[in-house]
């Protein structure tokens, strides 16, 4: 069985920077893509990033050009850089393994 954990998340303010890690016990971790979803309150879960074995990624439109996706497969870490965070990226972020084993989630808040 695989294990993802979620490390990172926290509260910010409005502009701030945080940095979501993720690691998977996953020998064979750097052929299979990984993704961050998240599911803010009332909000249906979206996808937030997604990058395959071979480092290519697609962000949501509504993170694009603020959040970064990258891997360290000789770690079995995938990460999430969130730049210029706004309140409305306030949510549970989750790691995905392969699109079927999911973490446990970290709460990431964004408030003044």
């Known amino acids: 069985q695989v294990q993802v954990v979620e490390s990172g998340g926290g509260l910010v303010q409005p502009g701030g920077s945080l940095r979501l890690s993720c690691a998977v016990s996953?020998?064979?971790?750097?052929?299979?893509?990984m993704a961050w979803y998240r599911q803010a309150p009332v909000k249906q879960r979206e996808l937030v990033a997604a990058i395959t074995g071979g480092g290519s990624t697609n962000y949501a439109d509504s993170v694009k050009g603020r959040f970064t996706i990258s891997r360290d497969n000789a770690k079995n870490t995938v990460f999430l850089q969130m730049n210029s965070l706004k309140p409305e990226d306030t949510a549970v972020y989750y790691c995905?393994?392969?699109?079927?084993?999911w973490g446990q989630g970290t709460q990431v808040t964004v408030t003044s």
């Open positions: 996953k020998s064979t971790f750097r052929i299979y893509p």
């Open positions: 995905v393994f392969n699109f079927e084993s």
